[in-house]
Protein backbone atom coordinates (compact mmCIF):
# COMPACT_ATOMS: atom_id res chain seq x y z
CA UNK A 1 0.00 0.00 0.00
CA UNK A 2 1.07 3.88 -0.49
CA UNK A 3 1.63 5.55 2.21
CA UNK A 4 -0.46 9.06 2.52
CA UNK A 5 1.93 10.85 1.54
CA UNK A 6 2.53 9.07 -1.61
CA UNK A 7 -0.71 9.50 -2.62
CA UNK A 8 -1.16 13.30 -2.22
CA UNK A 9 2.30 13.36 -3.94
CA UNK A 10 0.75 11.18 -6.79
CA UNK A 11 -1.02 13.26 -9.50
CA UNK A 12 -3.88 11.52 -11.46
CA UNK A 13 -4.54 12.64 -14.73
CA UNK A 14 -8.43 12.49 -15.27
CA UNK A 15 -9.32 11.95 -19.06
CA UNK A 16 -11.11 14.79 -20.40
CA UNK A 17 -13.43 14.96 -23.74
CA UNK A 18 -12.66 17.68 -26.04
CA UNK A 19 -15.49 19.43 -28.26
CA UNK A 20 -14.06 19.36 -32.12
CA UNK A 21 -15.96 22.64 -32.52
CA UNK A 22 -14.55 25.16 -29.79
CA UNK A 23 -12.15 25.18 -26.63
CA UNK A 24 -13.92 23.67 -23.77
CA UNK A 25 -13.35 20.01 -22.60
CA UNK A 26 -15.61 17.51 -20.30
CA UNK A 27 -14.72 15.09 -17.96
CA UNK A 28 -17.42 13.03 -19.58
CA UNK A 29 -18.97 12.21 -22.78
CA UNK A 30 -22.30 12.89 -21.78
CA UNK A 31 -21.40 16.31 -21.11
CA UNK A 32 -19.66 16.89 -24.67
CA UNK A 33 -22.82 15.19 -26.07
CA UNK A 34 -25.45 17.67 -24.06
CA UNK A 35 -22.91 21.04 -24.94
CA UNK A 36 -22.85 19.56 -28.66
CA UNK A 37 -27.05 19.31 -29.04
CA UNK A 38 -27.47 22.61 -26.60
CA UNK A 39 -26.91 24.58 -29.97
CA UNK A 40 -24.42 27.39 -27.23
CA UNK A 41 -21.98 25.68 -29.21
CA UNK A 42 -21.42 28.40 -32.54
CA UNK A 43 -19.44 25.38 -34.35
CA UNK A 44 -22.44 22.87 -33.93
CA UNK A 45 -25.06 25.15 -34.70
CA UNK A 46 -24.50 24.49 -38.88
CA UNK A 47 -24.57 20.60 -38.30
CA UNK A 48 -28.13 21.06 -36.05
CA UNK A 49 -29.61 22.94 -38.72
CA UNK A 50 -28.50 20.42 -41.05
CA UNK A 51 -30.39 18.06 -38.81
CA UNK A 52 -33.56 20.11 -38.31
CA UNK A 53 -33.68 20.22 -42.35
CA UNK A 54 -33.44 16.32 -42.48
CA UNK A 55 -36.29 15.49 -39.43
CA UNK A 56 -38.68 18.55 -41.16
CA UNK A 57 -38.98 17.06 -44.75
CA UNK A 58 -41.66 16.69 -46.40
CA UNK A 59 -42.65 14.04 -49.55
CA UNK A 60 -42.87 15.74 -52.88
CA UNK A 61 -46.14 15.29 -54.71
CA UNK A 62 -46.29 14.87 -58.37
CA UNK A 63 -46.89 11.68 -60.93
CA UNK A 64 -44.64 11.89 -62.90
CA UNK A 65 -45.50 8.78 -65.29
CA UNK A 66 -48.90 10.67 -66.07
CA UNK A 67 -48.36 13.92 -65.42
CA UNK A 68 -44.42 14.57 -66.44
CA UNK A 69 -43.45 15.92 -69.78
CA UNK A 70 -40.26 15.80 -72.19
CA UNK A 71 -37.58 18.36 -70.53
CA UNK A 72 -34.51 20.00 -71.98
CA UNK A 73 -31.47 18.57 -71.33
CA UNK A 74 -29.41 21.16 -72.43
CA UNK A 75 -26.14 23.11 -70.51
CA UNK A 76 -27.73 24.49 -67.22
CA UNK A 77 -30.96 24.43 -68.31
CA UNK A 78 -31.99 22.52 -64.99
CA UNK A 79 -30.40 25.10 -63.13
CA UNK A 80 -31.53 28.27 -65.10
CA UNK A 81 -35.31 26.80 -64.60
CA UNK A 82 -34.94 25.26 -60.87
CA UNK A 83 -35.88 21.91 -60.14
CA UNK A 84 -39.12 21.71 -58.06
CA UNK A 85 -38.97 18.17 -56.87
CA UNK A 86 -37.92 14.24 -57.49
CA UNK A 87 -38.47 10.77 -57.50
CA UNK A 88 -35.77 7.77 -57.51
CA UNK A 89 -36.53 5.09 -59.64
CA UNK A 90 -34.16 1.67 -58.58
CA UNK A 91 -32.63 0.12 -61.08
CA UNK A 92 -32.68 -3.98 -61.21
CA UNK A 93 -29.95 -6.13 -59.57
CA UNK A 94 -26.44 -4.02 -59.58
CA UNK A 95 -28.35 -1.41 -61.09
CA UNK A 96 -28.10 2.35 -58.84
CA UNK A 97 -31.31 3.51 -60.35
CA UNK A 98 -32.38 7.12 -62.28
CA UNK A 99 -33.60 10.08 -60.56
CA UNK A 100 -36.57 11.66 -62.42
CA UNK A 101 -36.48 15.44 -61.70
CA UNK A 102 -39.47 17.66 -62.20
CA UNK A 103 -38.24 21.49 -63.33
CA UNK A 104 -40.03 24.00 -62.26
CA UNK A 105 -42.53 26.11 -64.92
CA UNK A 106 -43.69 23.37 -66.18
CA UNK A 107 -40.45 23.20 -68.07
CA UNK A 108 -40.78 19.31 -68.01
CA UNK A 109 -38.73 15.99 -66.51
CA UNK A 110 -35.22 15.18 -66.98
CA UNK A 111 -33.07 12.11 -65.85
CA UNK A 112 -30.27 12.12 -63.58
CA UNK A 113 -27.77 8.63 -63.78
CA UNK A 114 -25.01 8.42 -61.94
CA UNK A 115 -21.79 7.51 -63.96
CA UNK A 116 -20.53 3.56 -64.29
CA UNK A 117 -18.40 1.37 -66.16
CA UNK A 118 -20.77 1.05 -69.20
CA UNK A 119 -21.58 4.77 -69.33
CA UNK A 120 -19.46 4.97 -72.21
CA UNK A 121 -20.76 2.34 -73.96
CA UNK A 122 -24.48 3.58 -73.09
CA UNK A 123 -23.13 7.04 -74.85
CA UNK A 124 -22.12 5.59 -77.64
CA UNK A 125 -25.33 3.29 -78.63
CA UNK A 126 -27.54 6.21 -77.94
CA UNK A 127 -25.90 8.12 -80.11
CA UNK A 128 -26.40 4.81 -82.85
CA UNK A 129 -30.05 4.19 -82.18
CA UNK A 130 -30.93 7.54 -82.84
CA UNK A 131 -28.99 8.09 -86.16
CA UNK A 132 -30.72 5.12 -87.19
CA UNK A 133 -34.20 6.51 -86.21
CA UNK A 134 -34.84 4.50 -83.38
CA UNK A 135 -36.90 6.22 -80.48
CA UNK A 136 -34.41 6.26 -77.43
CA UNK A 137 -32.88 8.57 -74.87
CA UNK A 138 -30.44 11.46 -75.37
CA UNK A 139 -27.38 11.42 -73.42
CA UNK A 140 -25.61 14.51 -71.80
CA UNK A 141 -22.73 13.67 -70.08
CA UNK A 142 -22.16 16.22 -66.97
CA UNK A 143 -19.03 18.01 -67.15
CA UNK A 144 -17.68 18.01 -63.89
CA UNK A 145 -18.64 21.45 -62.36
CA UNK A 146 -22.26 20.98 -63.49
CA UNK A 147 -22.27 17.94 -62.10
CA UNK A 148 -21.07 19.17 -58.44
CA UNK A 149 -23.74 21.88 -58.83
CA UNK A 150 -26.76 19.37 -59.87
CA UNK A 151 -25.55 17.27 -56.53
CA UNK A 152 -25.40 20.17 -54.38
CA UNK A 153 -29.05 21.14 -55.81
CA UNK A 154 -30.54 17.74 -55.07
CA UNK A 155 -29.52 18.10 -51.15
CA UNK A 156 -31.94 20.74 -51.32
CA UNK A 157 -35.08 19.72 -52.99
CA UNK A 158 -37.75 17.50 -51.99
CA UNK A 159 -38.12 13.55 -53.59
CA UNK A 160 -41.42 11.65 -53.54
CA UNK A 161 -39.89 9.25 -51.18
CA UNK A 162 -37.99 11.52 -48.31
CA UNK A 163 -33.97 10.81 -48.20
CA UNK A 164 -34.43 9.32 -51.40
CA UNK A 165 -31.16 10.96 -53.17
CA UNK A 166 -29.25 10.89 -50.07
CA UNK A 167 -26.82 8.58 -51.17
CA UNK A 168 -25.72 10.98 -53.98
CA UNK A 169 -24.11 13.31 -51.20
CA UNK A 170 -21.58 10.32 -50.44
CA UNK A 171 -18.08 10.63 -51.85
CA UNK A 172 -18.53 7.41 -54.26
CA UNK A 173 -20.96 8.75 -55.83
CA UNK A 174 -19.36 12.54 -56.05
CA UNK A 175 -16.65 10.94 -58.24
CA UNK A 176 -18.60 8.87 -60.43
CA UNK A 177 -19.98 11.46 -62.34
CA UNK A 178 -23.13 11.53 -64.24
CA UNK A 179 -25.66 11.90 -66.99
CA UNK A 180 -28.63 13.60 -67.98
CA UNK A 181 -30.89 11.87 -70.19
CA UNK A 182 -34.41 12.70 -71.79
CA UNK A 183 -37.57 11.90 -70.48
CA UNK A 184 -40.03 9.93 -71.89
CA UNK A 185 -43.47 9.51 -71.09
CA UNK A 186 -45.07 6.02 -71.62
CA UNK A 187 -44.99 2.11 -70.36
CA UNK A 188 -43.75 -0.93 -70.85
CA UNK A 189 -44.41 -4.00 -72.78
CA UNK A 190 -45.44 -5.65 -69.04
CA UNK A 191 -48.40 -2.43 -68.81
CA UNK A 192 -51.83 -4.03 -70.10
CA UNK A 193 -51.99 -0.80 -72.54
CA UNK A 194 -49.75 -2.61 -74.25
CA UNK A 195 -51.72 -4.97 -75.77
CA UNK A 196 -54.03 -2.39 -76.38
CA UNK A 197 -51.80 -0.65 -78.64
CA UNK A 198 -50.63 -3.77 -80.49
CA UNK A 199 -54.19 -4.42 -81.76
CA UNK A 200 -54.98 -0.86 -82.31
CA UNK A 201 -54.49 0.17 -86.04
CA UNK A 202 -51.01 1.67 -85.08
CA UNK A 203 -50.02 -2.01 -84.19
CA UNK A 204 -48.66 -3.46 -87.12
CA UNK A 205 -46.28 -0.52 -87.26
CA UNK A 206 -45.21 -0.68 -83.75
CA UNK A 207 -44.66 -3.92 -84.21
CA UNK A 208 -42.08 -3.62 -87.08
CA UNK A 209 -40.57 -1.01 -84.41
CA UNK A 210 -39.91 -4.01 -81.72
CA UNK A 211 -38.42 -5.78 -84.92
CA UNK A 212 -35.77 -3.16 -85.81
CA UNK A 213 -35.12 -2.33 -82.23
CA UNK A 214 -34.29 -6.31 -81.75
CA UNK A 215 -31.97 -6.01 -84.94
CA UNK A 216 -30.32 -3.04 -83.84
CA UNK A 217 -29.87 -5.52 -80.27
CA UNK A 218 -28.19 -8.27 -82.18
CA UNK A 219 -25.68 -6.02 -83.64
CA UNK A 220 -24.53 -4.81 -80.07
CA UNK A 221 -25.30 -7.39 -78.18
CA UNK A 222 -27.47 -5.27 -75.94
CA UNK A 223 -28.99 -8.73 -74.72
CA UNK A 224 -31.23 -7.38 -71.74
CA UNK A 225 -34.34 -6.69 -73.91
CA UNK A 226 -35.66 -9.42 -75.96
CA UNK A 227 -34.96 -13.34 -75.75
CA UNK A 228 -34.17 -13.74 -79.85
CA UNK A 229 -30.74 -14.87 -79.88
CA UNK A 230 -29.98 -15.23 -75.98
CA UNK A 231 -30.35 -17.72 -73.99
CA UNK A 232 -33.26 -15.59 -71.33
CA UNK A 233 -36.54 -14.99 -71.17
CA UNK A 234 -35.96 -11.18 -72.06
CA UNK A 235 -36.16 -8.37 -70.12
CA UNK A 236 -39.78 -6.12 -70.83
CA UNK A 237 -39.67 -3.49 -68.80
CA UNK A 238 -36.96 -2.55 -71.88
CA UNK A 239 -39.49 -2.14 -74.19
CA UNK A 240 -41.26 1.39 -73.58
CA UNK A 241 -44.25 2.34 -75.47
CA UNK A 242 -44.29 6.36 -76.08
CA UNK A 243 -48.15 7.79 -74.89
CA UNK A 244 -47.22 11.10 -76.83
CA UNK A 245 -46.66 10.01 -80.19
CA UNK A 246 -47.71 6.25 -80.09
CA UNK A 247 -44.21 4.98 -81.11
CA UNK A 248 -41.38 2.35 -79.10
CA UNK A 249 -39.25 3.40 -77.26
CA UNK A 250 -36.19 2.10 -76.50
CA UNK A 251 -34.35 2.51 -73.17
CA UNK A 252 -31.27 0.89 -71.39
CA UNK A 253 -29.76 0.31 -74.32
CA UNK A 254 -25.87 -0.66 -74.27
CA UNK A 255 -23.20 -2.84 -75.86
CA UNK A 256 -21.28 -5.61 -74.40
CA UNK A 257 -18.55 -7.16 -76.40
CA UNK A 258 -17.91 -11.06 -76.81
CA UNK A 259 -13.83 -11.26 -76.33
CA UNK A 260 -12.95 -14.80 -76.97
CA UNK A 261 -12.25 -16.48 -80.53
CA UNK A 262 -14.95 -19.16 -79.87
CA UNK A 263 -17.39 -16.91 -77.99
CA UNK A 264 -17.44 -14.69 -81.33
CA UNK A 265 -18.03 -17.77 -83.47
CA UNK A 266 -20.62 -18.67 -81.64
CA UNK A 267 -22.28 -15.35 -81.52
CA UNK A 268 -21.94 -14.37 -85.13
CA UNK A 269 -23.29 -17.53 -86.21
CA UNK A 270 -25.86 -16.70 -83.48
CA UNK A 271 -26.46 -13.38 -85.72
CA UNK A 272 -26.59 -14.85 -89.24
CA UNK A 273 -29.34 -17.56 -87.99
CA UNK A 274 -31.70 -14.91 -86.70
CA UNK A 275 -31.38 -12.20 -89.88
CA UNK A 276 -31.71 -15.15 -92.65
CA UNK A 277 -35.22 -15.86 -90.04
CA UNK A 278 -36.24 -12.83 -90.41
CA UNK A 279 -35.38 -12.57 -94.30
CA UNK A 280 -36.47 -15.52 -95.21
CA UNK A 281 -39.59 -15.08 -93.71
CA UNK A 282 -39.71 -18.77 -91.20
CA UNK A 283 -40.47 -19.58 -88.18
CA UNK A 284 -37.14 -20.63 -86.34
CA UNK A 285 -35.99 -21.24 -82.93
CA UNK A 286 -35.05 -17.41 -83.02
CA UNK A 287 -38.60 -16.04 -84.38
CA UNK A 288 -40.34 -18.66 -82.15
CA UNK A 289 -38.60 -17.15 -79.20
CA UNK A 290 -39.32 -13.38 -80.21
CA UNK A 291 -43.26 -14.74 -80.58
CA UNK A 292 -43.47 -15.98 -77.34
CA UNK A 293 -41.82 -13.29 -75.78
CA UNK A 294 -44.50 -10.76 -77.05
CA UNK A 295 -47.34 -12.95 -76.69
CA UNK A 296 -46.46 -14.60 -72.94
CA UNK A 297 -46.68 -10.57 -71.49
CA UNK A 298 -49.47 -8.92 -73.89
CA UNK A 299 -51.68 -12.02 -73.39
CA UNK A 300 -51.88 -11.67 -77.52
CA UNK A 301 -51.95 -14.83 -80.28
CA UNK A 302 -49.75 -12.68 -82.69
CA UNK A 303 -51.67 -13.41 -86.16
CA UNK A 304 -49.57 -14.56 -89.29
CA UNK A 305 -49.49 -10.59 -90.32
CA UNK A 306 -48.57 -9.55 -87.38
CA UNK A 307 -45.51 -11.50 -87.43
CA UNK A 308 -44.19 -10.91 -90.44
CA UNK A 309 -44.46 -6.82 -89.30
CA UNK A 310 -42.52 -8.05 -86.43
CA UNK A 311 -40.05 -10.18 -88.58
CA UNK A 312 -39.93 -7.76 -91.61
CA UNK A 313 -38.82 -5.14 -89.04
CA UNK A 314 -35.47 -7.21 -87.90
CA UNK A 315 -35.11 -7.98 -91.63
CA UNK A 316 -35.14 -4.14 -93.11
CA UNK A 317 -32.80 -3.09 -90.04
CA UNK A 318 -30.93 -5.74 -90.43
CA UNK A 319 -30.35 -4.60 -94.23
CA UNK A 320 -29.48 -1.33 -93.11
CA UNK A 321 -26.91 -2.26 -90.28
CA UNK A 322 -25.09 -4.34 -93.29
CA UNK A 323 -23.88 -0.36 -94.03
CA UNK A 324 -23.74 1.97 -91.02
CA UNK A 325 -20.69 4.17 -90.29
CA UNK A 326 -19.90 2.20 -87.15
CA UNK A 327 -16.35 4.15 -87.13
CA UNK A 328 -18.05 7.56 -87.73
CA UNK A 329 -20.50 6.83 -84.56
CA UNK A 330 -17.56 5.63 -82.41
CA UNK A 331 -15.91 8.80 -83.52
CA UNK A 332 -18.39 11.23 -82.54
CA UNK A 333 -18.74 9.55 -78.87
CA UNK A 334 -14.92 9.95 -78.63
CA UNK A 335 -14.63 13.29 -79.35
CA UNK A 336 -17.26 14.08 -76.53
CA UNK A 337 -15.58 11.66 -74.15
CA UNK A 338 -12.39 12.70 -74.90
CA UNK A 339 -12.80 15.96 -73.46
CA UNK A 340 -12.89 16.81 -69.70
CA UNK A 341 -16.12 15.33 -68.05
CA UNK A 342 -17.77 14.23 -64.43
CA UNK A 343 -17.00 10.49 -65.64
CA UNK A 344 -13.33 9.96 -64.37
CA UNK A 345 -12.68 6.66 -65.87
CA UNK A 346 -14.94 6.70 -68.98
CA UNK A 347 -12.82 5.76 -71.85
CA UNK A 348 -13.51 6.33 -75.65
CA UNK A 349 -12.21 2.45 -76.09
CA UNK A 350 -14.34 0.92 -73.29
CA UNK A 351 -16.77 0.73 -76.72
CA UNK A 352 -15.06 -2.24 -78.21
CA UNK A 353 -15.25 -1.25 -81.90
CA UNK A 354 -13.58 -4.51 -83.51
CA UNK A 355 -15.94 -6.64 -81.99
CA UNK A 356 -18.63 -4.44 -83.64
CA UNK A 357 -17.11 -4.97 -86.71
CA UNK A 358 -16.75 -8.45 -86.68
CA UNK A 359 -20.77 -8.65 -86.08
CA UNK A 360 -21.44 -6.11 -88.61
CA UNK A 361 -19.56 -8.50 -90.76
CA UNK A 362 -22.02 -10.99 -89.88
CA UNK A 363 -25.19 -9.21 -91.29
CA UNK A 364 -23.24 -8.37 -94.34
CA UNK A 365 -22.80 -12.12 -94.75
CA UNK A 366 -26.44 -13.18 -93.81
CA UNK A 367 -27.82 -10.33 -96.03
CA UNK A 368 -25.28 -11.41 -98.67
CA UNK A 369 -23.29 -8.27 -98.67
CA UNK A 370 -19.75 -9.87 -98.31
Known amino acids: FLSLSDKQKQQVEMPTFPCHE ?26 LEESRKLLNRVKYEFDFFNDG ?21 PGGLGSLGVFFLNMKKNEGVVVFKEGTGETSCDFFC ?13 IRILPSPEHKELLDTLKEIPFTEVGAADNLQQQRAQKAGGVLMSFQKGFTLKDPRAAEMLKSPAG ?35 IMFSTDCDNVHAIDNTTAAVNDSDGITRYTDRVKDGVLEALQGTRGPHSEKLINYIETWTGLQLSDAQVYKLMSG ?6 RLCDVDLMGVWQDASAVLSKETSLQNAKDSDVNIAFLSTVQTAFREACGKE
Not at 26 to 37: E, I
Not at 69 to 89: F, L, P, Q, R
Not at 127 to 134: I, N, R
Request: charged share 15%; glycine share 10%; proline share 2%.
Open 22 to 47: CSMTFTNVVQMKRHAMSGECSGHQKS
Open 69 to 89: KSGDIGVYTWKMNGIEGGHHS
Open 126 to 138: SLLYASLGVSCPQ
Open 204 to 238: HVLLEDIGRVVALDMLVNNFDRSPFIWDHEGNANN
Open 314 to 319: VASMSQ
